[in-house]
């Protein structure tokens, strides 16, 4: 299969650095904050590729860096070293000739300026956040918090934007009748498909998931993961998927890569993650969350 995105190397420090840094951080080391200089290396020498219409499963306990790399590849958060390519899509080809430099592979995200990091990010990916309120804003109808991103692209007429959200929200199965009211007013779950119908809104091909279902219900948690399996299948999507939890990650990649103190430590098929796990780590995690 064809790859979309590829990241190399990719690392976020927080923090100075110093010279003793990489000897105490990491997977090995056991932390991920270095005890001379106190910078923590949320992600280290992370390198993916996500392939078309497929799911890649990042899985690993909290603290491991896995929000931080999904921040990285929306380009929230500036990486300290690696880079990263998009495929040349034919979805973007429509949008102004961002791709029109003939190459197969942009060049490195990481280095464009802020306004073409924007224009390939919004015309190529959608995510959903881990927190809802980094991806909603609370006070606004959630058919408004929809049109923003619309608007943002380029639409203008209202009608349409409007027509637009509410064929959005009803494939996220918020009742229709609740478009104007604000996604404050909402349980969790109904936030996380709010959040998926703006992240859907540019039909990007790449969708990234931050523990999308984490904290609901479990009858909750089961519609929607049912309803981003539909979605992936029907709108042909590639996904990034964050979870602690070995059962989404199951249940919606075909490939995982396990994280550690920053650090990816194991990855592969999920089944053979799952039915015979090679590092001391995920062995730890599969018969944890077996029991
Ligand atoms: N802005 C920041 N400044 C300093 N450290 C940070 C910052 N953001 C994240 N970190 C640290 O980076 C590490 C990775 O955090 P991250 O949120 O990526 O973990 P996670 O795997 O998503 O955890 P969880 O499962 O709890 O969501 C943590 O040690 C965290 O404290
Ligand atoms: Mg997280
Ligand atoms: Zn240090």
Redesign the pocket.
């Known amino acids: 299969m064809e790859a979309l995105l590829r990241a190399h190397g990719i690392t ?1 420090r ?2 100075p650095g110093c010279a003793l840094c990489l000897d105490s951080t990491g997977a090995d080391a056991g932390t ?2 270095c005890p001379t200089c106190g910078s ?1 290396w ?2 280290r020498d992370v390198s993916l590729e996500l392939r078309a219409e497929e799911a890649l499963g990042i899985v ?12 990285l590849l929306h380009f929230d ?1 500036p990486a300290t070293s690696g880079y990263l390519e998009l495929a040349r899509l034919r979805q973007l080809e429509g949008i102004g000739g961002i791709y029109a430099d003939g190459c197969d592979w942009s060049r490195d995200l990481f280095s464009m300026d802020r306004y073409r990091q924007r224009r390939v990010r919004d015309a190529s990916m959608g995510i959903v956040y ?1 927190h809802p309120h980094l991806g909603l804003r609370m006070g606004v109808s959630s058919g408004g918090n929809v049109a923003e991103r619309l608007l943002s692209a380029g639409w203008r007429s209202i009608g349409a934007m409007r027509q637009r959200a509410s064929h959005l929200l009803e494939r996220t199965e918020i009742p229709l009748s609740r478009m104007d009211e604000p996604p404050r007013n909402f349980s969790g779950g109904m936030q996380q498909r709010v959040q998926i119908a703006k992240a859907l809104s540019g039909d990007p091909p790449i969708l990234l998931l ?2 999308v279902s984490t904290g609901l219900d479990l009858s909750v948690q089961a519609r929607v993961l049912d309803m981003i399996r539909t979605l992936r299948e029907e709108l042909r999507l590639s996904m990034v998927v ?1 979870s ?1 939890d070995l059962g989404v990650i199951h249940l919606l990649c075909q490939r995982t890569m396990v ?1 550690k103190n ?1 650090q990816v430590v194991e990855s592969g098929l999920t089944d053979q993650i799952l039915q015979d796990p090679q590092h001391g780590y995920t062995q730890l995690l599969v018969a944890s969350q077996l029991q």
Not at 60 to 71: C, H, W
């Open positions: 976020r927080y923090g991920n904050r923590v949320a992600c690993g306990e909290s603290g491991s860096g896995k929000s931080t790399l999904v921040k958060d881990q931050d523990e964050v602690h994280m920053g």
